[in-house]
């Protein structure tokens, strides 16, 4: 029994090729996908950096070459007809331990486009439900994905990788709370209506920003976004009243001299009550005088400030991969370790049930005299089965305690090997005989 | 028994300091709401140990600054406890715990024998204004500790350094509330403790100002108090500045009512 993975990521396959290939439901396909034969067990994750099948199987070779015809036949929806050749570079299979450790990097976001991002272990937990409602998840997979979690949680925990934010947005997102105790009470006034001020508005929002002002040149685009985010649409012209009721300035609207100049600020500070004012200039070239910033009470910060912190923060996250590496290693060895132990399982039947055989044997050959002696066949029965119990529990402990699959499987050779546990029944009886 | 209890305090209140210096230390948040925690244990054993000793009883008997400081670390770390619980001001750890250990450290002075004979003497005013004079002092220091922690996020914010290390420390906004509320309830304190003092005076010399070095030097700083008050208050002084101010006005009564006292 081995673990299969057939996937394509970011890296290996472009955005309009994986969109061919992204799954919004991933349980009619698993269902076709899971047989008794090759198949075992499965569990498909799509996501809008990668989509893959992660199976266990009793034939490798086999479901490798299912795994390709499941991308190309249930998976492609709406591909051009030379997707094939497109798809067949794309992906990447892996088998055994490096499957095992790719899903465990995949988990701990080591994988990641943006290292670190929390998404995917919600995303990789939604593929393992999916598939445990689908029926194609049994007991290897489950106990391997609740290990990737585990993996996840511990890379979290351990290391700094997804402490600091890495996006300009979530900068500004975390600069506002090292000011403001909570966004839901503060209002936001935002200069511009294009795509990154869309960006931080949403970050906002999602920091709890509760009230927002919109003031664009173009008013129409302006009430656009303002309806999106439940806000209020102005002109640049309205921007000294405004200035006086926000909390936090968000201004990123092309021109070369600034929208908003120190006077415009000061006198809006001398109409507001004594509280902070953050305001992030996110335009180039910039939109807000830079002296605003030696105001009391202002904190001015531009995109080059934003952008410093973003990649001293990714480069932190980049020095704490190496840890998170380590981890990922060390649980793949743990993973490997149980699996080694799974194998062990027909070897300690076959061990008990040889055991046992014997036992009985001896025991029925010196029943006849035994009895004679006065002793109960019950406490020979007793005595025989403790012996054979003490014996065993040593080298059974043993073969179920393997950490490394290498030597574990070396393990379990030489102790059907010691133990005799491939011969033929009837031979190994009589040989036992002989001897005795 | 409550020599005990007090000992416990301390090394509960100084293990509390050396968790939070680690939190703001190593940037871990974990640390700081430790200490927050240990901090709270200290204040329990710290309650307890004022009703096990005759010499902290409650009303204070204890006229002396080794009491009042022990009573006002107290105070000060159960004002920082339910603040702690509204804002998240944990970092503020760093200034409270170690202000607190200091506190109960001075205190312990005030267990000598001859010291408790003598403060069972003391008369009602003095009681009540040693623990007016505690209160406002521990209110007064908790200002003092935010407003300094809100010049570093200040200066930090500023000079754009460390930026976006959310949870190191608390926010300006959180920090100048903490400011605005210990100075004007400490300052009305340290009013009525001022008042309790003169009547205390009064009580046992007929003087109506006791012309102390300590009596001037704790009017000097009630009136600078005032300004600061005034200030913000009345004439819409920035956040900085009253950080500045909460800061400076502490450290100068520091030196009124403890330096005086113990280098006159």
């Known amino acids: 029994m081995n673990i299969v993975l057939l996937g394509m990521n970011h890296r290996t396959a472009p955005l309009a090729l994986r969109e061919h290939y992204a799954v919004d439901d991933p349980g009619p396909p698993l269902a076709k996908l899971v047989d008794r034969d090759v198949v075992a067990e499965a569990v498909l994750l799509s996501t809008c950096n990668r989509v893959e099948a992660l199976v266990w199987t009793a034939r490798p070779e086999v479901a490798r070459l299912r795994l390709r015809s499941f991308f190309e036949r249930e998976l492609a929806q709406g591909a051009p007809p030379d997707a094939g050749v497109a798809l067949g570079e794309s992906l990447y299979e892996l088998t055994g331990g490096e499957a095992v450790r790719h899903l465990f990097r995949v988990a701990a976001s080591i994988d990641s486009m943006v290292l670190g991002e929390p998404q995917i272990l919600g995303q990789v937990k939604d593929a393992y439900r999916a598939a445990v409602e689908a029926g194609a998840c049994g007991s290897i997979l489950t106990r391997l994905y609740q290990h990737a979690f585990a993996t996840a949680k511990r890379v979290r925990n351990e290391t700094r990788i997804a402490e600091r934010p890495v996006s300009v947005a979530r900068v500004a997102a975390e600069l506002a709370a090292e000011i403001f105790e909570t966004l839901e009470d503060k209002a936001a006034l935002l200069v511009g209506a294009g795509d990154m001020i869309e960006l931080a508005l949403e ?42 009721t926000s909390d936090v300035v968000l201004t990123c609207i092309g021109g070369h001299a600034p929208i908003l100049a120190r006077e415009h600020v000061e006198r809006a500070l001398r109409g507001r009550p004594l509280r902070p004012l953050l305001v992030l200039d996110l335009g180039v070239p910039r939109n807000v005088d830079p002296s605003v910033d030696e105001l009391d009470g202002v904190y001015l910060h531009d995109v080059d400030d934003l952008g410093r912190v973003a990649e001293a923060n990714a480069e932190e996250r980049r020095r704490e991969k190496i840890l998170a590496e380590a981890i990922v290693l060390e649980e793949c060895q743990r993973f490997d370790g149980w699996l080694a132990a799974l194998a062990a399982v027909p070897t300690i039947r076959d061990l008990r049930d040889r055991a046992e055989r014997i036992r009985a044997r001896e025991v029925e050959r010196a029943a006849g005299r035994l009895e004679a002696a006065g002793v109960p066949r019950e406490a020979l029965d007793a005595l025989t089965r403790s012996l054979v119990n003490k014996l065993l529990h040593a080298p059974v402990a043993r073969l179920r305690a393997q950490e490394d699959r290498e030597q574990g499987l070396a393990t379990l050779e030489a102790a059907r090997a010691l133990f005799a546990l491939d011969g033929d029944e009837a031979d190994e009886d009589a040989a036992e005989d002989g001897e005795a | 028994m409550s020599a005990d209890l007090h000992a416990l305090t301390a090394a509960i209140y100084l293990t509390a300091s050396v968790l939070a210096t680690l939190g703001l230390a190593l940037r871990r948040a974990a640390f700081s709401r430790t200490a927050v925690a240990v901090l709270a244990a200290g204040a329990v054993v710290h309650a ?76 009602a005013w003095a009681h009540a204004h040693v ?5 406002g002092f521990a209110l007064l220091g908790v200002a003092g500790a935010a407003g300094l922690l809100y010049l570093a996020q200040h200066r930090s914010l500023k000079r754009k350094t460390r930026l976006g290390q959310r949870a190191l420390l608390p926010p300006l906004e959180a920090l100048d509330r903490v400011n605005a509320f210990t100075v004007s309830v400490g300052f009305l304190l340290l009013s009525l403790a001022l008042v309790t003092g003169v009547l205390w005076t009064h009580a046992t010399t007929g003087a109506l100002w006791p012309r102390s070095p300590h009596a001037n030097a704790a009017l000097v700083a009630w009136a600078i108090y005032a300004a600061l008050v005034g200030a913000r208050f009345l004439a819409r002084q920035g956040a900085a500045w009253s950080a500045r101010s909460a800061a400076a006005g502490f450290a100068f009564l520091v030196l009124a009512v403890a330096g005086v006292g113990v280098w006159r």
């Open chain 1, 203 to 244: 970050t906002m929002r999602e920091a709890g920003l509760s009230r927002v002002r919109i003031a664009n040149r173009t008013r129409a685009r302006a009430e656009s976004l303002a309806s999106r985010f439940d806000g209020t649409a102005h002109g640049l012209d309205e921007l000294p009243g405004l200035l006086g």
């Open chain 2, 48 to 123: 307890i140990a004022f009703f096990e000793s005759p010499a902290f009883a409650l009303p204070p008997r204890n006229a002396g600054l080794p009491g009042a400081a022990d009573l006002a670390a107290w105070l000060g770390t159960v004002v920082f406890l339910g603040l702690v619980r509204r804002a998240r001001l944990h970092a503020l750890a760093v200034l409270v715990a170690p202000a607190a250990f200091l506190g109960v450290f001075v205190g312990s002075f005030a267990l000598d024998p001859a010291s408790l004979a003598a403060r069972e003497q003391a008369p």
């Open chain 2, 131 to 135: 623990l007016l004079a505690s209160a």
